[in-house]
């Protein structure tokens, strides 16, 4: 069983930064992606970044050029570094991983971009 912590999230205003963490318990050892969601109200969830074994990064392109994902293994944690923060970018952040196949998920972190 894998357990997620997320942490980083706030209010800020537009233009503004957040980084947002997810410390992941347990081994790293079979984990093939690392990923971020976010949801917004009365919208479905949405993949915004994957961070795949091998280096292997994605983005969806509303946040290409904006947001850095990036992982340490080491320590098993990924991270969300959010620059140029716009008001569309409100929502709940979730983290996930996925090892051997089983996905995890933490409970979430609100991120709120307003003046």
């Known amino acids: 069983q894998v357990q997620l912590v997320e942490s980083g999230g706030g209010l800020v205003q537009p233009g503004g930064s957040l980084r947002l963490s997810c410390a992941a318990s347990g081994s790293s050892f079979g984990v093939t992606a690392m990923n971020w969601y976010r949801q917004a109200p009365g919208k479905e969830r949405e993949l915004v970044a994957t961070?795949?074994?091998?280096?292997?990064?994605n983005y969806v392109d509303s946040v290409k050029g904006r947001f850095t994902i990036s992982r340490d293994n080491a320590k098993n944690t990924v991270y969300l570094q959010m620059n140029s923060l716009k008001p569309e970018d409100t929502a709940v952040y979730y983290c996930?991983?996925?090892?051997?196949?089983?996905?995890?998920w933490g409970q979430g972190t609100q991120v709120t971009v307003s003046s």
């Open positions: 961070a795949f074994s091998g280096d292997i990064i």
């Open positions: 996930n991983i996925v090892r051997f196949g089983i996905n995890y």
